[in-house]
């Protein structure tokens, strides 16, 4: 068959569980087409080629690459356990029919243990490697096959020698399969050949057999002389496999002793490590909390840092704001010096024209007098007196009404002026007093939200407090849960590590004979002469754990006993075990075996020490009871061995007795006693422990994954409160902030108001002065205008009584009357300057007032002004002392950091070293864990080797009715297997002779028959012989021309692909004995691109490499 007509083997899908770096089940489901497997480096690409490789059959390590098979079994990690088996199996698609199996799919699978046994399946069902590898014959897809090419691949091929390389030609046209049957056929043949010269070896025998027999006496005396040396020798053979078990159960002793030493020097050791681990946990917590403080400490010196910041920004605001006010304060101070310099100004200006009054005054009151003289000369001469004297009078009064009149408008002025400035100093103060009380308002608000933010800070203060007490409660907490997690981890570790041990142990059948072994093992693989067995004596029963001494002692080997439920199957089994010398066991067939329960004597039962007939101390189905019966129906159970002797001679000592601790007492009266190494677990116990240890494990789980759940809601809690009262500190430092501004307002608000009151109070002073100015000008006014109706009335009388005079006096002479009105005009000039005067002086009076208290507000200004700078410098001044605690406060900060950063130094490297130290103590762990194991291991084998003590023993008494003792005396220097080579001769021996009685006439017909038998046989041999050297010459026939026209077709897509890599040139395979074609090699001639053809070994690497890589793909 041409390789075009190998039908295409269809991967479905990859099942892998514990393989390399599989920890879990993972199955790859692959469809049609181009299937890539992609990921990181280290992350299982290559692993999964290696589980495909391994499942076809790959039995080197190093091809897996690894070490030793059991290193692709999944070691553990850092987050999970190490696994016991590794599994993997291949999904095929059969639909097609290319392997020979009914199915539609084939699944292969492959399966190995920690303990090196591996196993093989086909669709589930156990099989041989053997048989994977003839399943995939001929279909590219076997383990040598060029299916899978991985690394080195390429270069393999480039080292192949040509006789190696036609392999890939046969494996690609499919010759394998009849290399295989060719081999076959040749085994068969030379295995034909062997049985024929045996054949002829025994009809040769048989020839010489067939003569006269000798004299019966001489067969029957031989006879009897091989029957005692052959039960001397079984003797001997006996004495000397318990020989070997008990020094293997010395050996044992000390071998245990040993592990116990190691385990214990393994436990101190581990507990230093513990111990240590321990101590720098308590360090690391310790630090944790140096850390949580100094980060408080660091974070309120932080808080310190804000707050004299926010304090030196408070003061510079202040500063400003004193600035501001010095500024105002200086403007207001330049304004009132200007004021002062004014009326100062003006003062002079007025007391200038006071002086030019007093002096026009004097000039106008001397013109007077002499204008005055003139009159009275003039008057005396024409005798005008009279009247001069009522116009003078009427002069005077109008003079003064004058005056009146003025001093009246002018007191009318000054009320004007007062009232006006009144006016404006109520509307000033309302103002004041408004600014006041808003002021007041702001200020009563502000101490509002003061009180309002000290209770929120005094409350933020009680929550963080409860916090850190929380945190410090949630810690030590998390502490305590965190030490128990550990030690349950470590408890869990190992009651895990001794269940998977007794449960791989209990799987494997570990303990029991190889013949009871393998006898249950075909039960489970449902083997057909095996279906009739029910299970060992103790797989059918169950004891509590006080009698499981006593009852092991008791059963002694027959615990390995196994039940039938018939005779038939009993037989089967015997065969089963005989046809594959598997070993030996003892069967119970339920339909023959006998029962029955041993009479206990009253004065036997009456014993305190009695607890009861072994039968009746398990539990088991009915139907078992003889079988149970038969082995402890005649065995008594007692508390020791005191009660165990009172027992036997109260009962005759025909009952075997035994105490809980496992001593007996033998019928006719011989003891067994001592100390039994039970510090494994037994045949009988091993069920329960399993169990008990699997219910330990799933409660300690379950506790295991509580604490971790309450572990990580405490670190959520603790976080949680973590971050609480971070927001706590940073809300407090928030509110601090807010209420220093709020404190800054509070101080210039009532600075504001201060001011305020003090120019409210100014205000009013100098309001109840103009209204005391007021009332005295409104008395002056009241006091002229009277004056006035009263100066009216008599210019009024004097006007009458100077038109009277001047009727009777009509003639007086223009002199008079001209000097008359030259002197009142002078007398008017005179009393307007002596007016303007008093005025001026007034005005003079009034600015002097003003200028008194604008020197006094300049005063007043100066000393705030002063009251400011003085604030301003201390200000400064503080302004210093908080820039040397910000700088003292900073440094301390920076001390805290630098005390933080090193405690955070610290933590690290212990926490390595912490890590370190458990890798090392979960080393220790692993090394204690594997002493455990080995004593274990050992402790079983002790047990086996007492079951095996026990078997011989009893074998010695029951068969050959001896002890120990008397059997050491059959010892010689023969090793075993001469006593056992002479048994089996003996036993030939006899089966040769035959009966020892006169049927030596009757036997000979048999040897008649049975040398014409294999007479037929050895012809029908000789035929297979002629027709297996027929089948080989087929076979040649066959290989030889499949594999030219494989040759032929792998070398036709060799070209062609050659040229696609080469992009031209010319390449072919070409045999190197083309008459052999059983036998030939292959050779590669490769001609590049302009080259000459050579041999692939003459070509540089690279196109060596990319050769082979042509013919790879020619191949596939």
């Known amino acids: 068959m041409a390789k075009a007509d190998i039908l295409p083997v269809f991967l479905k899908s990859i099942t892998i569980q514990g393989f390399k770096s599989f920890a879990d089940r993972v199955k790859l489901e692959l469809g049609h087409g181009l299937s890539v497997v992609v990921g990181p480096n280290g992350s299982g690409k290559s692993n999964v080629a290696d589980a495909i490789r391994w499942v076809l059959g790959e039995q080197s390590a190093k091809n897996l690459r690894g070490s030793k098979m059991e290193d692709i079994i999944f070691s553990g990690s850092s987050a999970r356990r190490p696994v016991g088996m590794a599994e993997v199996s291949l999904f095929f698609d059969n639909s097609t029919g290319i392997f020979p199996l009914e199915y539609q799919e084939v ?55 040509s006789e190696e390389r036609r392999t890939l030609i046969e494996e690609a046209s499919g010759i394998t399969k009849y290399r295989m049957r060719k081999r076959e ?26 003569g006269p027999l000798e004299e019966q006496a001489a067969i029957a005396k031989e006879a009897v002389e091989l029957t005692s040396e052959q039960k001397a020798l079984e003797i001997e053979v006996v004495a000397f496999d318990l020989k070997e078990v008990r020094n293997k159960l010395a050996s044992a002793v000390q071998e245990t002793e040993e592990f116990q030493l190691a385990i214990a020097a393994a436990v101190a050791d581990l507990g230093q490590k513990e111990s240590e681990i321990l101590s720098n946990k308590v360090k690391l917590n310790l630090l944790d909390e140096q850390i949580q403080k100094q980060q408080e400490t660091t974070y309120q010196l932080d808080q310190a840092v804000n707050e004299i910041i926010q304090e030196l920004r408070l003061r510079q605001e202040r500063e400003g704001y004193l600035g501001e006010q010095i500024n105002r304060v200086t403007t207001e101070l330049s304004t009132y010096d200007e004021k002062v310099r004014q009326s100062a100004e003006q003062l002079r200006a007025l007391e200038d024209r006071k002086s030019l ?73 309302g103002d004041k007093e408004t600014g006041l009380l808003s002021y007041e308002q702001q200020e009563d608000h502000v101490r509002e939200q003061i009180e309002a933010q000290e209770w929120i800070q005094k409350d933020i203060r009680l929550k963080a407090e409860r916090t850190h007490q929380e945190i410090a409660q949630l810690r030590e907490q998390s502490k305590t849960e965190q030490k128990e997690l550990l030690e349950l981890n470590r408890e869990l570790e190992k009651k895990s590590a001794r269940y998977h041990a007794l449960k791989n142990l209990e799987d494997s059948l570990e303990g029991y004979q190889r013949g009871v072994r393998e006898l249950m093992l075909a039960k489970k693989k449902n083997i057909p002469s095996c279906g009739d067995l029910c299970g060992t004596l103790a797989d059918l029963l169950q004891v509590e754990e006080r009698y499981e001494v006593a009852i092991e002692v008791a059963l002694g080997a027959g615990i390995q006993n196994i039940v039938t439920e018939t005779e038939r199957g009993a037989k089967e089994a015997v065969h089963y075990l005989k046809s594959r010398n598997l070993g030996r066991a003892t069967f119970l067939p339920l339909d023959v075996i006998q ?34 019966e038969s082995q402890l129906g005649r065995t008594l159970i007692v508390t020791d061995m005191e009660a165990a002797t009172r027992v036997a001679r109260a009962s005759g000592y025909r009952a075997r007795i035994v105490t809980l601790e496992g001593d007996q007492v033998h019928p006719g009266g011989s003891l067994t006693g ?22 330990e494990c799933e409660e300690g789980g379950t506790r295991q994954r509580e604490l971790e759940l309450k572990a990580g809601a405490l670190s959520a809690q603790i976080r949680k409160g973590e971050e609480s009262l971070k927001g706590l500190m940073g809300e407090e430092q928030e509110l601090k902030s807010a209420m220093a501004v709020l404190r800054t307002q509070e101080a210039n608000l009532r600075e504001q108001m201060q001011r305020i009151r003090d120019e409210i109070t100014a205000l009013t002073i100098r309001m109840a002065g103009i209204e005391q100015e007021r009332d005295d000008l409104q008395s002056h006014k009241a006091l002229g205008e009277g004056e006035q109706s009263k100066l009216a009335e008599s210019i009024k009388e004097a006007q009458g009584a100077l038109a009277l005079q001047e009727e009777k006096n009509q003639k007086a002479g223009e002199e008079v009357e001209l000097l008359q009105e030259r002197l009142t005009q002078t007398k008017v000039q005179a009393a307007k300057w002596e007016q303007e005067l008093k005025q001026a002086a007034e005005r003079l009076e009034q600015d002097q007032a003003l200028l008194a208290e604008n020197r006094h507000l300049l005063e007043r200004k100066r000393k705030d002004l002063k009251d400011l700078e003085e604030g301003k410098a201390r200000l400064a001044f503080e302004q210093e002392d908080w820039e040397s605690r910000r700088r003292e406060a900073g440094e301390q900060q920076q001390q805290a950091q630098g005390v933080l950063i090193a405690l955070r130094k610290e933590r690290e490297v212990l926490s390595k070293e912490l890590m370190d130290q458990e890798g090392l103590a979960q080393k220790k762990r692993q090394e204690q864990q594997a002493l455990e ?44 297997a001469e006593l056992a080579a002479r048994v089996q001769e ?28 294999l007479s037929v046989q050895g012809k029908d041999l000789e035929e297979a012989n002629e027709s297996l050297h027929q089948l080989i010459g087929e076979l040649d026939k066959t290989m030889s021309e499949r594999f030219e026209e494989g040759f032929i077709a792998v070398n036709e897509a060799f070209k062609v692909v050659f040229k696609e890599l080469f992009n ?15 036998d030939t090699g292959v050779e590669i001639i490769a001609q590049p691109p302009g080259k000459k053809p050579q041999l692939l070994s003459l070509l540089s690497g690279g196109e060596r490499a990319l050769t082979a890589i042509g013919l790879l793909f020619a191949l596939l």
């Open 185 to 210: 056929a040749l085994k068969r043949l030379d295995e034909t050949e062997r049985n024929l010269e045996r054949i002829r070896d025994i009809l040769a025998e048989i020839e010489g057999q067939l």
């Open 107 to 161: 699944i292969i699978t492959r399966r190995v243990y920690r303990d090196g046994e591996g196993q093989y399946f086909i669709n589930r069902s156990p099989c041989r490697l053997k048989d994977i590898h003839e399943l995939f014959m001929d279909t590219g897809a076997g383990k040598e096959g060029f299916s899978i090419i991985g690394q080195g691949r390429v270069e393999e091929l480039l080292n192949q020698r």
């Open 1064 to 1078: 031209g040139g010319y390449a072919e395979l070409r045999l190197v004995d083309p008459t052999n074609l059983l």
């Open 674 to 695: 001592g100390s039994l190494q039970r510090k494994g677990s037994n045949i009988l116990g091993r069920s329960r422990e399993i169990e008990e240890l699997r219910k």
């Open 595 to 628: 029962g029955g329960k041993a009479n206990v004597a009253k004065e036997a039962a009456k014993d305190p020490g009695f607890i009861g007939v072994a039968v009746d101390l398990i539990a088991f189905q009915e139907k078992y009871r003889k079988a149970f």
């Open 986 to 1013: 003996i036993k030939l021996r006899m089966e040769l002779l035959g009966p020892v009685n006169q049927a030596a006439i009757e036997e000979y017909p048999k040897l008649q028959e049975r040398y014409d038998f």
């Open 933 to 976: 194991q080995k004593l274990h291991n050992l402790e079983l084998k002790t047990a086996r080797w007492d079951a095996e003590w026990e078997t011989g023993s009893k074998r010695l008494q029951e068969e050959f009715v001896m002890t120990w003792d008397e059997a050491q005396a059959y010892q010689s220097e023969r090793s075993r």
């Open 357 to 429: 009054l007093h002096k026009t005054l004097d000039q106008a009151n001397q013109k007077l007098a002499e204008d005055e003289q003139c009159l009275a000369e003039a008057k005396a001469r024409n005798g005008l007196e009279e009247i001069e004297t009522l116009r003078g009078n009427l002069s005077h009064l109008q003079s003064k009404l004058a005056e009146s009149t003025t001093g009246l408008s002018r007191i009318t002025h000054q009320l004007d002026t007062l009232n006006s400035t009144h006016e404006q100093l109520i509307k000033e103060k």
